[in-house]
């Protein structure tokens, strides 16, 4: 699986963002998916993940009522909504995808089947 990534950028304090993570290759819906994002000098942080079907999904403290996670699996494509942004969510997102939604909860630390590639995010104040 390839996944590309798309969709950041620079916005104000209150504004929104949204994501694409397009995957290529081997069949999508095989595979949990999820964004994850690391700030300058932080460690990564997951962000939210989603199950195969799609029909589950799960959200950081900090993504809980701004942010929607969502997948077609026809299009081979996971979204995440971005709303009410904050400067704390300034950082580099990528999206990923594992066999196991635990890994992409636990940011790879056990290692991640896919990444796609960092779309930066800047949010001013």
């Known amino acids: 699986v390839q996944l590309q990534a798309s969709g950041g950028g620079l916005v104000q304090a209150g504004g929104s963002l949204r994501f694409a993570c397009a995957a290529s290759g081997r069949t999508f819906n095989n595979y949990a998916t999820g964004w994850i994002r690391q700030a300058p000098g932080k460690e990564r942080e997951f962000v939210a993940a989603t199950i195969r079907s799609g029909e589950s999904t799960y959200y950081a403290d900090s993504a809980k009522g701004r942010f929607t996670l969502s997948r077609d699996n026809a299009k081979n494509t996971v979204y995440l909504q971005m709303n009410s942004l904050k400067p704390e969510d300034t950082a580099v997102y990528y999206c990923?995808?594992?066999?196991?939604?635990?890994?992409?909860?636990?940011?790879?630390?056990?290692?991640?089947?896919?990444w796609g590639n960092g779309t930066q995010v800047t949010v001013s104040s």
């Open positions: 990923a995808a594992d066999r196991k939604l635990h890994n992409i909860v636990i940011v790879g630390r056990d290692g991640m089947d896919y």
